[in-house]
């Protein structure tokens, strides 16, 4: 089982259209979690962190289940400029130091 | 504020071959972290780098190896080059204050033929 996994995608949607990325992690150790996207041929950015009382940031909501060990996000009113790989990302830490293990992204096209 | 710099963008070699890439990481941060993201695939976890030693390691062979100096700058070196080497290599810091969030270069693009 892959420690991170989620949807495989793709999803296209048109402009104005809510899309929900899920993502489910195995290692119940994980201590911190993110999404970052990325463009393609570029490096990935962090999106946004999640926190288990749930965050938004604008248009972007994320969720995370420590139970069921599942991470969402929710993007609103989708843009053209949203087109991009969606990665869901676990921390684990091992004394002061961490890093981090990536989903395989789901890749998200907005179309006119 | 300068981010995280690589170099070279990008780089061809062949099989057998070995090959050294570098990172400048973000200023104020001393802690590099290597990752390499095959196409289609998330990043993978190499190795980390802090007070230039290794502190962690990903599931990679010896043939992977590393080095931090004493500015932070770090660097990645892959011997003996297999065709299934090609791949973005990137390379993120952190800092104290913030432990968790990890920033990245824009990534080196290996190809091995």
């Known amino acids: 089982r892959k420690e991170v996994e989620q949807d495989p995608g793709p999803f296209n949607v048109p402009e104005g259209a809510t899309v929900a990325f899920n993502c489910t992690y195995s290692?119940?150790?994980?201590?911190?979690f993110f999404w970052y996207r990325q463009d393609c041929r570029k490096e990935p950015k962090l999106l946004m962190s999640?926190?288990?009382s749930g965050n938004e940031d604008g248009r972007f909501t994320a969720q995370l289940n420590r139970a069921s060990q599942y991470i969402s996000l929710l993007i609103r009113d989708s843009k053209l400029s949203d087109s991009a790989t969606y990665l869901c990302?676990?921390?684990?830490?091992?004394?002061?130091?961490?890093?981090?293990?990536f989903g395989k992204g789901t890749k998200l096209s907005v179309k006119p | 504020d300068a981010g995280v710099t690589q170099s070279p963008t990008h780089l061809i070699k062949t099989r057998g071959q070995q090959v050294t890439l570098r990172c400048s990481p973000k200023?104020?941060?001393?802690?590099v972290s290597w990752y390499q993201q095959a196409l289609g695939q998330g990043p993978q976890f190499i190795f980390q780098?802090?007070?230039?030693?290794?502190?962690q390691r990903g599931n990679f062979p010896d043939r992977f190896s590393g080095h931090q100096f004493p500015n932070y700058s770090s660097e990645l070196n892959v011997n003996a080059l297999l065709l299934g080497d090609s791949a973005l290599y990137l390379c993120?810091?952190?800092?104290?204050?913030?432990?968790?969030?990890?920033?990245f270069g824009p990534g080196t693009r290996l190809l091995v033929l």
């Open positions: 990302v676990v921390g684990v830490y091992g004394g002061s130091q961490g890093n981090l293990i």
């Open positions: 200023s104020g941060h001393d802690t």
């Open positions: 999640v926190y288990s």
């Open positions: 780098y802090y007070e230039e030693e290794e502190r």
């Open positions: 290692n119940s150790a994980s201590q911190s």
């Open positions: 993120a810091s952190t800092g104290t204050g913030d432990r968790e969030t990890q920033y």
